[in-house]
């Protein structure tokens, strides 16, 4: 499995924008779909966003239209790129390779045991 590793976390005020990445110690080009989660402490891990090799994307309903998630099979590289930030997005970002997922509440939550995992980069959104 890939290592992964994210960057671009940090400090930003509300109605900011912050683009994270994530890069892969090995080729992604043969994993179906990539993405990125998020966890604040005392909640479970909760997908934010994946991109499939084929283009397609999904995205949890409190990012649509605001994140946009990409990735560039040749650079093995993910991207988040976040736009119009509030208090409610900050977390720790993680991303992710061949995670399963299950569905609670319209909120896809990914099960820990599967997939390769970065450590994760903070975000925080200040009002």
């Known amino acids: 499995q890939v290592q992964l590793v994210e960057s671009g976390g940090g400090l930003v005020q509300a109605g900011g924008s912050l683009r994270l990445s994530c890069a892969a110690s090995?080729?992604?080009?043969?994993?179906?779909?990539v993405g990125w989660y998020r966890q604040t402490p005392g909640k479970q891990r909760e997908l934010v966003a994946t991109i499939s090799n084929d283009g397609s994307t999904t995205y949890a309903r409190s990012v649509k239209g605001r994140f946009t998630v990409f990735r560039d099979n040749a650079k093995n590289t993910l991207a988040l790129k976040m736009n119009n930030l509030t208090n409610e997005d900050t977390a720790k970002y993680y991303c992710?390779?061949?995670?399963?997922?299950?569905?609670?509440?319209?909120?896809?939550?990914?099960?820990?045991?599967?997939?390769?995992w970065g450590q994760g980069t903070q975000v925080t959104v200040s009002s």
């Open positions: 090995g080729s992604i080009s043969m994993i179906h779909t």
């Open positions: 992710a390779t061949n995670t399963i997922d299950r569905c609670e509440e319209s909120t896809w939550y990914p099960d820990l045991t599967y997939g390769s």
